[in-house]
């Protein structure tokens, strides 16, 4: 059975910093894609980050040099480093495959990220 | 930037109709490259539909994908009492790779 974990979430203080951790299980991770979609609170989806099978990256605007998406095959683990985090990065973070044709087809529980002071 | 714009925000239907939603692109995106979202309070989201018009897996025949190009659907044929929560559009391979749709809100008349 696939399963996505989100780990590493809480509360951080505006310009602080939190990895967000992603434990993969009923799958291997080598040759999929895998996303951070995050949702505030009351609020739509947004994706935050993308990495792909050979360790590419892409990221949205709104936290682009600021996060950065990492994966470690060896160990099924796919992460999110968040720095100078914001009031507006809170939100629940999931954690999600990809799937067939751009499609995320197993997403994790989610993780509350709370940034505030 | 694509933009994906769900319509209506909000219906209000009763259990039995059928339905449509609509997802509009601002540019012509990959229509291979197009999914719907079911999510329910407290929940992920669940990928009912990929490549426009594919059911994934487990999700009753129902629930119908169509379009192409700047133009996109998602019908349910017989709402049923679970069906009544939040749908999103996402396309992929455009800038930026992923987008969402603001969602459209299924509620019970």
């Known amino acids: 059975e696939v399963q996505l974990v989100e780990s590493g979430g809480g509360l951080v203080q505006p310009g602080g910093s939190l990895r967000l951790s992603c434990a993969a299980s009923?799958?291997?991770?080598?040759?999929?894609?895998m996303s951070w979609v995050r949702q505030a609170p009351g609020k739509g989806l947004e994706w935050v980050a993308n990495?792909?099978?050979?360790?590419?990256?892409h990221s949205g605007a709104s936290v682009k040099g600021r996060f950065t998406i990492s994966r470690d095959n060896a160990k099924n683990f796919v992460y999110l480093q968040m720095n100078r985090l914001r009031a507006e990065d809170t939100a629940v973070y999931y954690c999600a495959r990809g799937g067939s044709r751009g499609s995320l087809d197993y997403w994790g529980q989610g993780i509350l990220v709370t940034v505030a002071s | 930037e694509v933009v994906l714009t769900q319509s209506p925000g909000t219906l209000s239907l009763s259990p039995g109709e059928g339905v449509t939603l609509s997802c509009r692109a601002s540019q012509s995106v990959n229509t291979s490259f197009v999914s719907w979202y079911q999510q329910r309070p407290g929940q992920p989201p669940r990928l009912l539909i990929y490549g426009a018009s594919v059911r994934a897996s487990g999700v009753p025949d129902r629930f119908s994908g169509s379009g192409s190009g700047t133009d996109f659907a998602l019908t349910i044929s017989r709402l049923e009492p679970e069906d009544f929560t939040v749908y999103y559009c996402q396309q992929c391979g455009g800038s930026p790779l992923y987008t969402f749709g603001q969602g459209t809100k299924l509620e019970i008349k």
């Open positions: 990495i792909m099978d050979d360790g590419g990256s």
């Open positions: 009923g799958f291997s991770l080598t040759g999929y894609w």
